[in-house]
């Protein structure tokens, strides 16, 4: 009785290698695991300037970033840097500046009010000077948004005032973000102000402009909401995201603030739910990270968490 021929083993792996090239598939080496591929396409990755706790010029800083493969960083405005030094680190680096956070409301202690909600005329006028600045800058440095905090809501200063004084001063700003094609996109913080979805596509809404949109800030919501339901309801308003963690464990046995003490990935942000919602709304802009920086190796885990936020 004739058996069958088996063909041999190398013969077997050569057909089989064909097969599963012709289908577009690749091997991978017997005993390797392969990470997924990272998924793309709904956020590039940066972070603050202010994270980089490196010695060196920032053309050394921008260049460190980009190794560890962020696509950008985010500068203060106004600020005191040479804008020739910041494009010259940029091309240079091939990071690019996306965009600038409107600086001048963190110059007091946050439990002040912030000056685009002053009671103070005079302080309003000088602030809606400021965020122009930081319009200028954000375009001089080929970015593409000022991230603006209107107001604080306190005991002295209502809700309504608040609300009322921060609309005026921003929308006085409008017509030179359409001008410069540069967005005012405002934040979601600890401010007692604008506590709700709802609330905040309004708020954006009233400025007529679209030129006005949200900077999401996923971390500060898991406080008191659900990030996801935020940009089910914001939807295409939002134009940017702040990367962050939060932990209601450490929030409840350890006091309110405790909850950022985590890293991404290890808190309360359910991110596989929240990239399928960006992916609802086909955001594709900038994700930065707003986390306790560090040196090259805290950077790099920052940067690698990024990666795993972003393949989920």
């Not at 091997?27 to 956020?43: E, I």
């Not at 940029?90 to 009671?119: C, E, M, Q, T």
């Not at 979601?188 to 400025?207: I, Q």
């Not at 990367?243 to 209601?248: D, L, N």
Request: overall charge positive; hydrophobic content about 40%; aromatic content about 8%.
């Amino acid at each position: 009785m004739n058996r069958p021929r088996h063909p041999d083993r190398r013969s077997f792996l050569q057909a089989a290698a064909g097969t599963i090239a012709a289908s577009g598939l690749s091997t991978v080496p017997v005993g390797r695991a392969r990470a997924a591929p990272a998924k793309t396409g709904r956020f590039k990755k940066a972070v603050k300037y202010g994270m980089v706790k490196t010695d060196g010029s920032m053309l050394e800083k921008f260049k460190l970033l980009k190794s560890l493969g962020f696509d950008g960083v985010e500068l203060n405005s106004p600020n005191s840097l040479s804008r020739d030094d910041v494009l010259r680190a940029r091309d240079a680096s091939g990071l690019a500046v996306h965009g600038v956070v409107y600086s001048i409301n963190w110059s007091a202690p946050f439990s002040k009010v912030a000056p685009l909600s002053s009671p103070d005329a005079g302080v309003r006028k000088k602030a809606v000077a400021a965020l122009e600045t930081a319009l200028a800058d954000s375009k001089a440095y080929g970015g593409s948004s000022v991230l603006v905090v209107p107001g604080k809501v306190t005991k002295e200063e209502s809700y309504d005032q608040v609300y009322q004084r921060s609309r005026e001063a921003i929308g006085q700003a409008v017509e030179a973000a359409e001008k410069l094609d540069i967005h005012i996109l405002i934040e979601n913080v600890w401010n007692n102000f604008l506590l709700s979805p709802l609330e905040a596509a309004d708020y954006v809404d009233a400025f007529g402009s679209r030129k006005v949109g949200w900077y999401f800030d996923v971390g500060n919501v898991v406080r008191y909401g659900w990030p996801e339901q935020w940009i089910r309801i914001l939807g295409r308003r939002i134009k940017k995201l702040d990367i962050k963690e939060y932990s209601r464990d450490k929030q409840f046995n350890e006091g309110t603030g405790k909850g950022f003490g985590v890293k991404l990935l290890e808190g309360d942000c359910d991110w596989p739910t929240v990239m399928a919602e960006l992916g609802k709304i086909d955001f594709d802009g900038w994700g930065t990270a707003e986390v306790s920086g560090g040196g090259e190796k805290r950077l790099r885990d920052i940067s690698e968490r990024m990666d795993r936020i972003l393949a989920s």
